[in-house]
């Protein structure tokens, strides 16, 4: 998808920065809502504010202000984003079909982080102590 704006873009000679986003911008307890419902799960999003020895619930969407791209400079250029309304449902298929395999191998960047993102154990401990 992205590769192919920068294709039109470029045959439309047009050059600067411009935005592909989701079209519906969900939050991160919007993305979690959807993931558990692709999973056919009961989730509930627990929010606290997180004690500083731990870095459970760190991730990558999460950051301090929200932050919502817009793809408006792009369609007005004439480029269509092609993106459409968050739906997790074909990268949940994917990730399932990983689920065996080494998730480090898969997502270098995602394990450059310096923390463990699924410290599960440290998560169920705090929340076990509430």
Not at 21 to 38: E, F, T
Not at 59 to 88: H, M, R, T
Request: proline share 6%.
């Amino acid at each position: 998808m992205i590769g192919q704006f920068a294709l039109l873009a470029a045959e439309k000679n047009l050059s600067g920065a411009y935005n592909l986003a989701d079209r519906n911008a969900p939050s991160v307890r919007a993305i979690g809502q959807l993931v558990a419902s692709q999973l056919n799960r009961d989730a509930e999003c627990v929010c606290f504010d997180r004690p500083a020895q731990y870095t459970f619930g760190a991730n990558p969407l999460a950051i301090p202000q929200p932050f919502i791209l817009s793809s408006e400079k792009a369609e007005a250029a004439g480029l269509p984003n092609g993106l459409q309304d968050y739906d997790p449902g074909s990268y949940l298929d994917w990730l399932m079909q990983q689920h065996r395999k080494d998730w480090k191998a898969l997502f270098p960047t995602l394990a450059g982080y310096g923390y463990d993102l699924f410290d599960y154990e440290a998560e169920d401990r705090f929340l076990a102590s509430l």
